[in-house]
């Protein structure tokens, strides 16, 4: 650390479809949905995250929600610019003399075209990043595991985000396979939106499907554990008059089916492409999952009994990819697989 060290601050950013998280100084000091809220007739900000999150659905035709990541990539450059502006800032709010140079890692989507990349850097740049790294997602997860990502053997990672579902086999500090698909967490919930309006003829928001998936979201129509019925207020669809209706988990696990098993088939496209000597070890060590997904009840078992070779759920998983960065922050320059 030299003289002028106060001066640059070190962030490892984690910008994901559903939450943003920083960490600085190893510690996660910003946790936040990715959702900004603007005013219609200035442009102006008027919250970020957890704040906006609460206006979602809520407001206005003078204010309008953004979530500006869609499938795991920039879709909205302004409010992204914005939001990772505002979630900076959250970090020290009392510094009004001087904004320090800002030397980031940010993670990416494996599956990310060159113009996708672009816009992730030119909004880093744009919010104030002198100097912008970036690192692919399953390679962030699996150095947030814990894995030996340089290690001549086959490490094995499926990170289920809000976006994106990303399935990568890493060895030697580079991605030797990858899938990225665009079916995870959001995909889930609008499955739980869609079940809702077709079986129970009720017509629920985002935020409820959220709940719904966190509180009774299961993988398996039969868990050891089972969790409590959730139940569901909102607007009968055909008389507009308010129900309540109590959802159990085997209903979920039925009507997040046809995601898994999409999720399944990428598994397997991924493990067809392993060379025969990586096989082996990721047979021996297990397959990891990381990401919010990685919370859904019982997918573990589900996939081990599918796939034939053991999932393990990564300790903490919904922070593995943010962790991940972190660790990558303080390697910078000696991490070979990191983009300028």
């Given at each position: ?6 001066l640059?601050q ?34 102006k ?6 704040k ?17 990541l ?54 880093s ?6 100097d ?64 809702m ?16 998936k ?6 398996l ?14 607007p009968n ?39 025969p ?9 297990g397959?990891y999952?990381?990401g919010?997904?990685?919370?859904l ?7 081990t ?13 919904l ?17 070979p697989?990191l983009?300028?």
């Open positions: 650390m030299g003289l002028f060290s106060f640059t070190e962030l490892a950013i984690d910008l994901g479809t559903a939450n943003t998280i920083i960490i600085h100084n190893d510690k996660i000091v910003v946790d936040e949905p990715s959702i900004v809220a603007i005013d219609q007739a200035t442009g900000l008027i919250a970020i995250g957890e906006a999150r609460q206006m979602h659905g809520k407001t206005h035709e003078n204010i309008r929600t953004i979530r500006p869609r499938d795991g990539v920039i879709a909205d450059f302004n409010a992204a610019e914005q939001m990772i502006r505002g979630m900076i800032k959250m970090i020290n709010p009392s510094n009004k003399l001087f904004s320090p140079s800002l030397r980031m890692v940010v993670c990416i989507p494996s599956g990310s075209t060159e113009v996708e990349i672009r816009a992730v850097r030119d909004s740049e744009h919010a104030g990043g002198r912008v790294y970036m690192i692919y997602e399953p390679m962030a997860a699996a150095l947030g595991i814990g894995l030996d990502v340089e290690a001549p053997e086959g490490n094995m990672v499926v990170d289920i985000g809000g976006g994106t579902t990303e399935i990568a086999v890493i060895a030697l500090g580079g991605i030797v396979c990858n899938k990225s698909i665009r079916i995870a967490g959001d995909g889930f919930t609008a499955d739980i939106q869609a079940y309006r077709h079986q129970h003829n009720i017509k629920i928001g985002e935020r409820t499907a959220e709940d719904i966190i509180a009774v979201g299961s993988a129509p039969d868990l050891d554990n089972p969790p409590a019925d959730f139940i569901v207020r909102g669809l055909m008389t507009a008059l308010p129900i309540e209706v109590p959802i159990s988990y085997q209903e979920i696990a039925h009507c997040l089916d046809k995601s898994i098993s999409k999720v399944e088939a990428a598994i397997l496209g991924v493990l067809e492409q392993t060379p000597e990586l096989y082996a070890d990721i047979v021996k060590k397959i999952l990381a919010g997904g990685g919370l009840k019982g997918l573990d078992k589900r996939l009994d599918k796939i034939n070779i053991k999932f393990r759920v990564a300790e903490d998983p922070h593995a990819v943010a962790r991940g960065t972190g660790i990558a922050l303080k390697n910078v320059d000696r991490f697989f983009m300028r």
